[in-house]
């Protein structure tokens, strides 16, 4: 079963070029270079520098990302009490990314309605941006597909963030342990702070996991440029 | 001030004057000098060429001038789940969409290729999260089927009346979403506490909230208990009155109604065209449910209707689904004072290996017609599981619905064709 | 089980059944070639006492020697669902005629049986992958797409799927090892 060669000589039934062209040329970026239009100035836009890291490992690698207190600059003689109270800050009032991918996404939404309420804890605004929310709830199962847009997502959120897997298939993989196209875990992606099993799990266990997310944030453990990085899964696995 | 210069008038007299000539403005095309459109065009073309395989990709993703596209999704708080919409507009008003599917692609067809027959029941719960009991539904309805196996009257009851209690709750999120897309924030939060009761309920009755896996080849994992009980008839008496209270909430608004009426019409002829089936169908004037057109279960014991619209705009298929959550309280008032005694469950052998064969079973779930046609080779395992989902071709009339609309109308449209993404994309 | 069906059917398209008709349950069954699914399936939608208006499914199965096209039809002229069967689908060329001139609902159902088997639909305006990414190069549900038996041994990690897993350690299992068959019926 060769994808692509499927040319079928001179004539061709119509909704021809039925059969995709080969994956190389699918899967090749797509690199348009800009001809239209230069500044005057070629050191304005940050021309002749080479760009920012974005990537969060190789972040994490430099002395920014290791020491949170470089972030703060001339303020790093401030006690620590401070950054006591700016955790006790953050962890009450997480503001989650609305992030529901399958049926856990269900029970979050039950977590912040009416009857089991998020709110009380500071957690309902459910941010649509990533760049206004602290929390990533990933609730549902990640395919192999949506692990590119959400991975986009982790990395536009500003920091501290901190990530929440909700449900077993975000955990482990879950019921989907076997099969081509779920990623078998978040944790193989991005960095997790909070695991809260379940299939679905009860929204009691949502709020559990939060909470216990906020002791986290208070007792600077989750801190999010301590952690490591990138997949925390060794590559026998 | 300079001299006024004497200004020459034409005179008024049209006599004797023919049309003046155009000045020559054009050169022609063999002039080098001369661009022609495209190749201007082509210096400020925004997108590069797209490296199109099929038609409809050919002329989707070929913009004309003053479209633009925009990719909605797949993460959008308006989208039912992950789907992502590449739209083209022009201006506000939308060209054409191409829904691109499988952010939510689980493999479960394959997974149930690999597993016995139990693990299947399990396997399909979250396929149609919001409504789990009508995946389970045709999939032990077929099981059934390759082993002729009869189900107790008391299992088809019991299982009447947990889906009519799931298409409720089905019914009265779709009320909540359907307002949270359009902006209104408040039906979510009353559609949410009519959900997690419910949910309870069942949830004392079967285990779990959410994924029940409660249905059996045979009929239900377990009796009716007093906990279901207590809270079943707690919500029976103030049903009728709170679910009309929230589902009616956007009835007479005239923001929702005014961007609801008139919004995606699919007529009858197109809904067909389409293989659309539940709610959206009926609101195009087709009055084909499964529940009445091939009855299974205990249905044609009993006596409920079908309502049907014939506008096929988004407020109908709204109305259509208000419609529905009543005629469910009906059949559960029914099934309450009609349930028989006897058995839950049929006896069966414990290994489940039916006879080689096939068989294809279908139930009315909330958003349309479920199939599953199963083929066994005689072992424990399927040998092919498939699962119509009615979502799949519910979502495949918005690139028609949404064309000439505005781009919020696009919300509305996927709002009231309620597609859950679990199931559409399996 | 609708007798009146199975005669009307003989009358109507009999002549291209390639097995008897074959009626279980409330389920009736025919057997056709790929290449006469067009004909068979306008006869079945126009025809006044046949009048199968509405598309209930329509999916591809691969027994392990041959591939086929099951469409399930329903009728208000008759109490039973229609399967039909088309076939005898080569599984190293699948091809098959589309059946969006009748439904174009079928559209997305063929892109589905596409990207999980690989049968090219003739006459779709649309086939590409809908599930999969547009760059997998593997058809999922084809039966020598083996899943992971058990994730520990499965190769992958990270972002990226594994496509073809748990190859047998065993050299004197032949590739097809791995491929269960359809029993002959």
């Known amino acids: 079963m060769a994808v692509g060669d499927r040319g079928s000589g001179a004539r061709k039934p119509a909704g021809s070029r039925l059969a995709p062209a080969s994956p190389a040329q699918l899967s090749a970026p797509i690199v348009v270079p800009n001809t239209l239009w230069q500044s005057a100035n070629p050191l304005a836009y940050d021309g002749g520098q080479p760009t920012e890291v974005t990537h969060l490992r190789e972040f994490g690698l430099t002395d920014a990302g290791r020491n949170d207190a470089a972030r703060w600059g001339a303020l790093q003689v401030i006690p620590t009490n401070a950054d006591y109270i700016v955790d006790l800050i953050r962890a009450n009032s997480l503001w989650p990314l609305l992030s529901g991918l399958a049926c856990c996404a269900f029970e979050m939404m039950s977590s912040a309605t009416s009857k089991n309420d998020m709110d009380r804890w500071g957690m309902f605004p459910f941010r649509a941006s990533p760049r206004q929310s602290d929390v990533l709830i990933v609730a549902g199962t990640l395919t192999t597909k949506m692990a590119g847009p959400l991975i986009r997502l982790w990395e536009q959120m500003p920091e501290p963030k901190w990530c929440v897997a909700l449900g077993d298939c975000t955990v482990s993989g879950g019921r989907y342990k076997r099969s081509y196209s779920v990623v078998q875990g978040i944790d193989r992606v991005m960095p997790v702070d909070v695991y809260i099993p379940g299939c679905p799990p009860r929204p009691e266990g949502l709020i559990y996991g939060m909470l216990q997310l906020g002791q986290l944030v208070k007792d600077r453990r989750g801190h999010w440029n301590e952690r490591e990085i990138g997949p925390t899964v060794p590559d026998e696995i | ?426 | 089980m609708d007798r009146t069906l199975k005669t009307r059917l003989e009358a109507r398209v009999g002549s291209y059944l390639r097995s008897p008709i074959y009626q279980r349950h409330d389920e009736t069954e025919i057997r056709i070639a790929p290449a006469d699914v067009p004909e068979v399936l306008r006869t079945l939608h126009d025809v006044v006492d046949l009048r199968f208006e509405i598309l209930a499914d329509l999916c591809g199965v691969d027994t392990g020697e041959v591939m086929q096209v099951v469409y399930h039809l329903w009728s208000p002229m008759t109490s039973d669902w229609l399967r039909i069967v088309a076939d005898g689908i080569s599984r190293d060329d699948p091809r098959a005629p589309s059946a969006t001139f009748l439904w174009i609902g079928a559209e997305w159902l063929e892109r589905e049986a596409y990207d999980m088997y690989g049968i090219v639909f003739e006459g779709n305006r649309d086939l590409r992958r809908i599930f999969m990414p547009p760059d997998y190069t593997s058809f999922p549900l084809r039966k020598d797409f083996l899943l992971p038996d058990d994730a520990a041994r499965s190769p992958g990690a990270g972002v990226r799927h594994v496509e073809r897993t748990h190859v047998s350690a065993d050299p004197a299992e032949g590739p097809e090892a791995g491929i269960r068959r359809a029993p002959v019926s």
């Not at chain 2, 495209?38 to 395989?53: K, N, S």
């Not at chain 2, 205990?298 to 419609?323: H, M, Q």
């Not at chain 2, 009339?397 to 199931?423: F, Q």
């Open chain 2, 1 to 426: 001030m300079p001299p006024r210069q004497p200004a020459s008038r034409p005179s008024k007299s049209r006599a004797g004057k023919r049309a003046p000539e155009p000045p020559q403005q054009y050169a022609s095309t063999d002039d080098p000098r001369v661009m022609l459109d495209r190749q201007i065009g082509a210096l400020f073309e925004p997108i590069p060429p797209y490296p199109t395989q099929t038609e409809r990709e050919g002329e989707f993703y070929t913009l004309r001038d003053g479209e633009m596209f925009l990719n909605v999704g797949p993460h959008h708080p308006s989208t039912h789940g992950v789907l992502r919409l590449v739209v083209k507009l022009s201006g506000e008003q939308v060209v054409d969409v191409d829904p691109v599917l499988g952010y939510l692609h689980r493999g479960v067809e394959k997974i149930c290729e690999n597993s016995d027959y139990y693990h299947v029941i399990d396997q399909v719960d979250p396929l149609e999260y919001v409504s789990a009991l009508f995946q389970e539904w045709p999939a032990v309805l077929s099981f059934e089927k390759l082993m002729d196996v009869q189900v107790p009257r008391r299992a088809e009851y019991i299982r009447v009346l947990t889906g009519e209690l799931l298409r409720i709750s089905s019914h009265i999120l779709y009320v909540g979403f359907y307002a949270l897309d359009l902006g209104g924030l408040t039906p979510i939060l009353y559609s949410f506490i009519e959900r997690d009761e419910i949910v309870e309920m069942l949830a004392a009755l079967t285990g779990a909230r959410m994924l029940f896996n409660y249905f059996r080849i045979g009929g239900v994992n377990g009796d009716l208990n007093h906990e279901f009980m207590s809270r079943l008839g707690d919500w029976m008496s103030r049903a009728a009155k709170e679910v009309e209270s929230s589902a009616t909430l956007l009835n007479e608004n005239e923001i929702f109604v005014r961007r609801t009426r008139d919004v995606g019409v699919l007529d009858r002829a197109a809904a067909l065209r389409y293989g659309v089936t539940g709610g959206n169908l009926r609101a195009s004037g087709v009055p084909f449910d499964v529940r009445r057109a091939h009855p299974y279960s205990v249905y044609p014991e009993l006596d409920f209707n079908i309502p049907t619209r014939d506008e096929g705009d988004s407020l109908a298929r709204y109305l259509i689904r208000i419609d529905e959550i009543r005629e469910s309280i009906k059949i559960i008032d029914q099934c309450l004072h009609n349930m028989p005694d006897g058995p839950v469950m049929a006896s069966l052998p414990r290994l489940i290996r039916p006879r080689p064969g096939r068989a294809w079973a279908a139930v009315e779930g909330p958003r349309g017609m479920l199939g599953v046609y199963t083929i066994s080779d005689g072992s424990d395992q399927p040998f092919r599981f498939r699962i119509h989902d009615p979502s799949l071709l519910n979502l495949e009339t918005l690139p028609a619905l949404a064309t000439g609309h505005l781009l919020a109308d696009t919300m509305t449209i996927i709002a009231s064709l309620d597609p859950v993404m679990g199931g559409i994309d399996k």
